[in-house]
Structures are given as C-alpha cells and as structure tokens.
C-alpha cells in the first residue's frame, strides 16, 4: 500500500455529550480528508457545528478510522462535488478524475484546484465523492480514456536519467526528443 | 501515422527509472495521459507515469487489466519477453551487463580479442 499520498480519508464517528434530557444522543459519522488524524478531528468538528447543534466543548469523538481503498489495483472514474471559497465567494464544483485511488483522485482535485483557480486548500470543502461507471461520466477529459481499444503515442520523449543522482543542470549536447 | 510503438493495453515497455529499473513491464489499462497502468508476472499492478518507460515493439494480446495467469499465459504463449532479449535493445542490454559484471582479466581478454581483430581487418584492408 502506498502511503504518499498528502491527504487521507478517515471516518470519524462523534456524538453530543449525555445530558440529563437526553441520556443517549445520536451518533454523527463523517467521512473526511485530511492530512492526518488531527487535522482529520479538527475537519469534523468544523463541519458538524455547522450542520448540528453539537460543538467540541459538548460533544465527544468516539472513533476515527482510517479508510483505505479496496482495490488500489484497478483504474476507477472519481466524482467530486465541492464546495469553494473563490476570491468573489462561494461556489458549488463537480469534478471527475481517473485513478486508481481516492485519496489519488482527492489528491489530483487539490492540485487542479490550485492550478486552475489559485484554490488553496484551506478553501476547499468537500461535499460528496463517488465512484463513477463509465456512462455515469460528463467530463470530456475522462471521456477520452473509455474509447474502446484507445491507443496513442508518445511524440515527445526527454530521456532522463535512471537515478536522481545522476541529474545535472548543464548538458554537453542538446538532446532528441523527437521518437518515431 | 509514423508512430508505430503506441500506448495501448498489451504494449511491453521498459521501465527506466527507480528501484524497477530495467525491468519489463505490460501496459494493462491507460489510467490518464500521463499514467498507465502496469504489471508483470513478479510486482503489484501498478500506476506509472509515461516518463518513466519506454515503449518496446511488443504488443500482447490481452483485455484491459487482466488478472495474473491470463497475463503470465499471454506472456509464454507470444514469449514478448524472450523476444526482446533478441531485438539489437535487448542485446545491448545484454553486453552492458556482461562487461559490468566481467573482471580486470575478463576485460584484458576482450581487449586482445579486438586487437586481433582490427589487426586481422587491416591486414584484409592491405591486400
């Protein structure tokens, strides 16, 4: 299992503390991502006092798991809707990636965010994620890749060196990328 | 089109960086356009950037992302693998490992071959 990845999704399971009028209040799960466990408790609490009348000074976590994906072996559709604070305001997203992972497809939705928007991540909030079959799909750039038999080339090839080490910023020759 | 080694499920690529250095890979699914996914009878399928592979003229006759066996059988029935040991890549690769892996006598003998050798073609040239 690769652990590279900057945000993982947890599922945290929280409640109102017990009061006298309510002796056994009601469970809250929340599937979140967040770059680690703290952080991932943290997300929770924000969201929920938003959605319930419980905040962390009179509500109690009672489990955070840690959620890995099933089969990080097979290429998936990943729907995203998000919610996002522009510089102008609030918006409502949907996205699709391709990958083989959640957390890659969050991971992906991160960096687009940021590159197309200037979204940084602080900004982003996470409405539903979903896997996505093939006819389920919208977005043009994952359309592309469930063409029957698709086959492309690589025009353009640097070749680069085996190992980091062998880097160097300066080349005695200009080199073909040209591949044919 | 010129391009005769595309990205397509069943394409044999090289891998040319990292701890799988040199090692032979199948294509078995195209996970975007800069990534495919991988595999080979002895890892874990895989995502892997395009950057990092090079195509070969193999191509197996395979469905996308098939399990194991249906791999390894697809591998011995077109032997792609075998096949590329003897393409003039392959080979290179070969003679590039034996010379790393021959000692100082191993590379003093291949230095009087050659010299006997280029004598034997000069003297051919000569006449």
New interface residues.
């Given amino acids: 299992m690769t652990t590279d990845f900057k945000y993982h999704q947890y599922q945290i399971v929280g409640r109102h503390l017990p009061t006298e009028a309510n002796p056994s209040p009601s469970l809250y799960r929340m599937k979140v991502w967040a770059v680690d466990e703290v952080c991932a408790r943290s997300k929770f609490w924000y969201f929920i006092k938003r959605l319930k009348r419980v905040k962390k000074a009179n509500g109690q976590i009672i489990a955070v798991n840690e959620i890995f994906e099933k089969d990080p072996t097979v290429v998936k559709n990943f729907g995203v809707w998000l919610r996002v604070l522009s510089r102008t305001g609030y918006y409502n997203m949907f996205k699709e990636f391709r990958d083989v992972t959640m957390n890659g497809a969050i991971d992906q939705m991160y960096q687009d965010l940021a590159a197309r928007h200037r979204i940084r991540a602080s900004c982003i909030q996470i409405i539903k994620t979903a896997v996505l079959k093939d006819e389920e799909c919208k977005r043009p750039i994952v359309l592309q890749f469930h063409k029957e038999g698709l086959s492309f080339p690589i025009p353009h090839k640097v070749v680069r060196p085996s190992e980091k080490k062998y880097r160097s910023t300066f080349k005695a020759s200009r080199p073909n990328v040209a591949l044919f | ?9 069943g394409r044999v690529a090289m891998i ?3 701890k799988d ?1 040199g090692k032979l890979v199948v294509i078995v ?4 356009h800069a990534r495919a ?1 991988i595999d080979a009878p002895d890892m ?4 892997f950037f ?3 592979m ?2 070969t003229e193999f191509k197996l006759d395979i469905g996308k ?1 098939p399990a194991k066996k249906d791999l390894i059988a697809a591998l011995n029935s077109s032997k792609a693998f075998d096949n590329f040991a003897a393409t003039a890549w392959g080979k290179k690769l070969a003679s590039r490992k034996a010379k790393a892996a021959s000692n100082d006598f191993g590379r003093f003998k291949a230095m009087i071959a050659k010299k006997a050798k280029s004598a034997k073609v000069k003297a051919a040239l000569k006449k």
């Fill in positions: 089109m010129p391009y005769t080694r595309l990205v397509e499920v040319n960086y990292g250095y699914d195209i996970v975007d996914l874990v399928r895989k995502p395009f950057k990092r090079a195509l992302t």
